[in-house]
């Protein structure tokens, strides 16, 4: 199957600002949910980013899109019950997507990620 779901944090200016946003590639149906109702479980997952917007931001730019997660299936759920490993991402901060040792994991699959309020998890 192929991954159709682009997951990322909106941080453009208006009523969405600092919410989830959930793409379907397919059709390019786009919503929003605020992180306190984001409890989901994704499946089939690649970590994405831009490198060189990537940069740019760490070095001071302004912020734009440059990292998301594409995955086969999202779903909500009450809550989740396996937490695996941390994963996070803030170019101010390092420019790439990191797990709990820091190590840069841009491009790296998972056969399972959740996500509770802000938090990422690969389980």
Not at 1 to 14: E, N, S
Not at 15 to 43: C, G, H, Q
Not at 92 to 113: A, C, F, L, T
């Amino acid at each position: 199957m192929k991954r159709i779901i682009k997951i990322r944090f909106h941080l453009g200016a208006g009523e969405n600002f600092m919410k989830w946003r959930i793409e379907n590639v397919n059709d390019k149906d786009v919503s929003f949910y605020s992180p306190e109702e984001m409890i989901a479980l994704m499946t089939n997952c690649k970590l994405y980013n831009q490198k060189a917007t990537a940069n740019n931001i760490h070095n001071g730019a302004n912020k734009t899109v440059c990292a998301w997660i594409m995955c086969e299936s999202f779903e909500f759920v009450e809550q989740v019950t396996t937490f695996g490993e941390q994963i996070k991402y803030n170019p101010r901060v390092i420019p790439h997507w990191v797990d709990s040792q820091g190590n840069n994991i841009d491009k790296k699959e998972y056969v399972s990620m959740s996500i509770n309020n802000k938090t990422i998890s690969a389980i």
